[in-house]
């Protein structure tokens, strides 16, 4: 099995990459792991990666173009664009580490393990254009329910998780057998590209979070069109009540889409439902 992992702090990985199971895996060829500059792929002298958000707000998200060409080197190949889209190979996953993503559970970890190959993208600074998740990843994930200052920690995680569950990891298979989270449904899907169903247009009129829990906002930068998918409009009208608007509508849709447990979880409350 291979992983490939796209990060500003190549650096980083020297420590987790190093040490029991995954240093083992490696130096017996079970799995092979590469680990990718991102800043490779940037065009200016400065070696920019990020850009201020459309529609205002602070800090700074990671570009689409150096994240969709970093993963196009690894694939050897180009992913297409809003015409003509290229499907990955099966057993082939491009998964984005996200504070905004869906829980990382056992059985996602069983689920990667049955692959070829996890590329693994770690977001950065305020977050990552939506772009890379919508278009390029096939999972958005998140290690839990809490904020981290990358995705390069939560990277090692999943692939900590991931390698043990190989079979010849461990050495003894019946390790992993009866252990924490070895049982139950995989809560993302069987779908051929692991994507659930957009959710409804009309969600924020069932929906009233206040104090409920939602997921963040998805984030455009520059460039406005990028391979044919544009930049919200709305982002670009600088009506800023019209903005808070579609920024909550959007993060109420993802939350229904990546962690429903967060609504769910609100239901029956006088401050979460209309």
């Known amino acids: 099995m291979r992983f490939d992992l796209i990060t500003i702090f190549p650096e980083f990985f020297a420590g987790p990459l190093d040490h029991g199971i995954v240093r083992r895996a490696k130096e017996t060829g079970i799995v092979e792991i590469n680990v990718q500059d991102l800043r490779e792929f940037t065009k200016d002298r400065h070696r920019t990666v990020d850009d201020r958000p459309f529609g205002g707000g602070e800090g700074m998200v990671l570009k689409p173009e150096p994240l969709f060409e970093a993963v196009e080197k690894l694939l050897g190949r180009s992913v297409g664009d ?34 070829k190959r996890v590329i693994l993208v770690c977001g950065r600074y305020e977050g990552v254009d939506e772009r890379v998740a919508e278009h390029l990843a096939t999972d958005e994930i998140s290690v839990g329910d809490f904020v981290m200052s990358g995705g390069e920690l939560a990277a090692a995680m999943v692939m900590d998780a991931v390698v043990r569950l190989i079979p010849g990891a461990l050495g003894n298979e019946d390790s992993t057998v009866n252990e924490s989270f070895s049982s139950g449904e995989d809560d993302i899907g069987s779908a051929p590209d692991w ?31 990028f391979r044919g998918w544009d930049v919200p409009e709305v982002l670009l009208s600088g009506n800023h009540e019209e903005i808070r608007k579609w920024r909550r509508q959007k993060a109420i849709e993802k939350t229904l889409r990546n962690r429903p447990d967060l609504l769910n979880a609100a239901r029956g409350t006088e401050s979460a439902v209309e």
Do not use: K, M
Request: proline share 9%; glycine share 4%; charged share 20%.
């Open 82 to 115: 809003a015409e003509n889209r290229v499907p990955l190979e099966s057993g082939t996953a491009v998964v984005l580490l996200s504070a905004a993503g869906r829980l990382f559970t056992q059985e996602t970890a069983r689920r990667y393990a049955q692959l």
């Open 195 to 225: 994507r659930l169903p957009a959710a409804p247009r009309s969600i924020s009129d069932q929906w009233s979070c206040g104090r409920c829990q939602v997921l963040d906002y998805p984030h455009y930068t520059r460039p406005p069109s």
